[in-house]
């Protein structure tokens, strides 16, 4: 999480709004933020101003009398945000926005539901529902309000979008994007299949505080060039898949290997769009580098590591196509074009508690046949040779799983046959 203790308001929401947009989540007219400061504050994005291009001195500051200071007008959605702060004062930043994908749900006035991954239900907190009334209406704001301070988190906007509410822009930002990837998720998978929605099974051990193992620390005496190298290259595939929507600014890890029990890996609680060669956490036969907190994965990865010699790259991620099969129970058949069954092969399913509980289990489906697999309600595991070997299975495994989810409003998928693996196989000496 970024530290935001010297960052003005201005620019928090600047930030903040770009990602949003960029990200595709709003059009350069919809959508609003706002932060409440100490003083009282009121912080918010103009009204008719393009969010594409929005600078800090174009972000109004709403007195708490009411006067306002800025060269445009607030956003026509400040009496929601008002009454959001007044019902519940632990909020201190309000997040509005229409992505499509939450924006279907409000329109058949539906909550998506964050139970679809494991790894959601404590990021995305407890989701309301406030019913229709006109955007701006100090009615509108009121049902908003209510919600929050009954506890919500999340509002759900009937026929408008979302409202989300937390004690800073950066966290409601984080809930806000990971409740549209299980959106994304839900749609995505009831095209394919029938989504089964955890209740319980997995959820504690994926809480904050909640990890199974606790590794004790180290000093490391130096770092060498490898490992400052592979730091490097996991902040700058981190950003990609971020940016290839692989990733979400709170899930994703990637590893590599380094040499006997050591690897580098991902931090915990560190947002990936913002990741620095310095949050990366060195692993060394099973400790720690002090002050780092390594992802909750790090004992998966690790294992794979001394189990598959071969392995030197590992990616876990949730992307939204491929976690349709995961959330389903549906087959995936990487047999839809060479390159996808010559990267992927078999894909086996692996159960939640594989990450965990059974992570010496796991850890043997990685044989080169396997280099890929999917965990019900859990991620997507895609290993490698190198980061970019690993890389590139992840990126084929859900450009795959999106042409086949779309393929289900085309027609029937014919599949390579027999035949034509086993050509595949010979030509590019899979055996």
């Avoid at 350069?28 to 600078?55: E, V």
């Avoid at 909550?111 to 907190?125: E, F, K, M, N, T």
């Avoid at 989701?127 to 100090?138: E, N, T």
């Avoid at 087959?331 to 159960?351: A, C, G, H, V, W």
Wanted: proline share 5%.
């Amino acid at each position: 999480m970024i530290n935001s203790d010297f960052l003005h308001p201005s620019d928090q929401l600047v930030m903040i709004m770009k990602r949003i947009y960029e990200y595709g989540m709003t059009t350069m007219s919809g959508g609003n933020l706002s932060i409440k400061d100490d003083n009282g504050d009121i912080w918010i994005t103009p009204a008719g101003i393009d969010k594409g291009g929005l600078a800090g001195d174009d972000i109004v500051r709403v007195k708490p009398d009411g006067t306002t200071e800025g060269r445009y007008k607030p956003s026509s959605e400040l009496p929601f945000h008002r009454l959001a702060y007044e019902k519940a004062p632990r909020l201190r930043a309000v997040l509005h926005a229409h992505p499509p994908a939450l924006v279907a749900f409000s329109m058949a006035r539906k909550i998506p539901d964050a139970g679809i991954l494991a790894s959601a239900r404590h990021v995305c907190g407890k989701i309301g529902m406030a019913r229709y009334d006109l955007p701006g209406s100090v009615r509108l704001g009121e049902k908003i309000a209510a919600a929050f301070e009954q506890g919500c988190d999340v509002v759900m906007l009937e026929n408008h979008g979302v409202a989300v509410g937390a004690e800073s822009i950066y966290k409601a930002f984080l809930l806000f994007e990971t409740l549209d990837f299980c959106a994304r998720i839900e749609i995505n998978a009831r095209r394919v299949g029938k989504p089964v929605i955890q209740k319980d099974k997995g959820f504690k051990c994926r809480a904050p505080g909640g990890r199974q193992t606790v590794m004790r620390e180290f000093v490391p005496v130096s770092h060498s060039n490898e490992e400052k190298a592979a730091r490097r290259d996991i902040c700058d595939l981190v950003k990609r898949a971020y940016r290839q929507r692989l990733f979400t600014g709170s899930q994703g890890t990637v590893s590599r290997r380094l040499g006997a029990g050591s690897c580098v890996i991902t931090p915990a609680a560190v947002d990936r769009a913002y990741i620095a060669p310095e949050d990366v956490a060195l692993i060394d036969n099973g400790m720690r580098e002090a002050g780092k907190t390594p992802d909750d994965l790090a004992p998966l990865h690790a294992l794979i590591y001394e189990t598959q010699p071969h392995v030197n790259a590992i990616i876990t991620a949730c992307p939204p196509n491929l976690m349709a099969f995961a959330v389903t129970g549906v087959k995936f058949d990487s047999r839809t074009i060479p390159e996808s069954y010559i990267l992927l092969r078999n894909m086996p399913r692996l159960q939640f508690d594989a990450l965990f509980s059974r992570r010496e289990e796991a850890a043997k489906t990685f044989v080169k046949e396997n280099p890929v697999a999917l965990v019900e309600n859990g991620c997507v595991i895609a290993t490698g040779g190198s980061l970019i070997n690993a890389f590139d299975r992840l990126e084929v495994g859900e450009y795959s799983a999106k042409a086949i989810v779309a393929s289900r409003d085309v027609g029937v998928i014919a599949a390579i046959n027999d035949m034509q693996t086993a050509e595949i196989h010979e030509a590019f000496h899979l055996d």
